[in-house]
C-alpha cells in the first residue's frame, strides 16, 4: 500500500522560511518522479515543481524559481520542499505526489497516481 504524508505546514510571515515533508512508504522515490503541487481556495491545483526518480533533473513553476528547493532523503524515503521568501499568493494546501513518468519541460498532475493528504502553508502579508 502506497502512503504519502505530508507534515511541515503552518502559519509564517511573508519573508519567512517553511520546509515541507513528505514521508513515503510504499514505493521508492529513487524509483519514481516525485513532485510537489499546490491549491489554493477557490483556484485549481497547480504545479510547483517535481524532481526525477534519478535525482538528476527538477522542474520548477516560474512563481516559485530562485525561492523553494526540491530535495530528497533517499535513507528516509522522504521528499522535502524548502521555501524561503515566501508570499502571500504562496499560500495553498500543498500536497506531494509520486508517479512514473517525467518530463523536463512541464508537471500534469495526471501523471501522479499517487498523492498524500496535503499540509496547510499560510502566508500573512
Known amino acids: 500500500q502506497v502512503q504519502l504524508v505530508e507534515s511541515g505546514g503552518d502559519l509564517v510571515q511573508a519573508g519567512g522560511s517553511l520546509r515541507l515533508s513528505c514521508k513515503v512508504s510504499?514505493?521508492?522515490?529513487?524509483?519514481?518522479?516525485t513532485g510537489w503541487f499546490r491549491q489554493a481556495p477557490g483556484k485549481e491545483r497547480e504545479e510547483v515543481c517535481c524532481?526525477?526518480?534519478?535525482?538528476?533533473?527538477?522542474v520548477y513553476a516560474d512563481s516559485v524559481k530562485g525561492r523553494f528547493t526540491i530535495s530528497r532523503d533517499l535513507a528516509k524515503n522522504t521528499l522535502y520542499l524548502q521555501m524561503n521568501s515566501l508570499k502571500p499568493e504562496d499560500t495553498a494546501m500543498y500536497y506531494c505526489?509520486?508517479?512514473?513518468?517525467?518530463?523536463?519541460?512541464?508537471?500534469?498532475?495526471?501523471?501522479?497516481?499517487?498523492w498524500g493528504q496535503g499540509t496547510q502553508v499560510t502566508v500573512s502579508s
Open positions: 524532481i526525477k526518480w534519478s535525482g538528476s533533473s527538477t
Open positions: 510504499g514505493l521508492y522515490v529513487n524509483d519514481y518522479t
Open positions: 505526489a509520486a508517479g512514473p513518468v517525467f518530463s523536463s519541460s512541464e508537471m500534469y498532475a495526471r501523471d501522479y497516481p499517487y
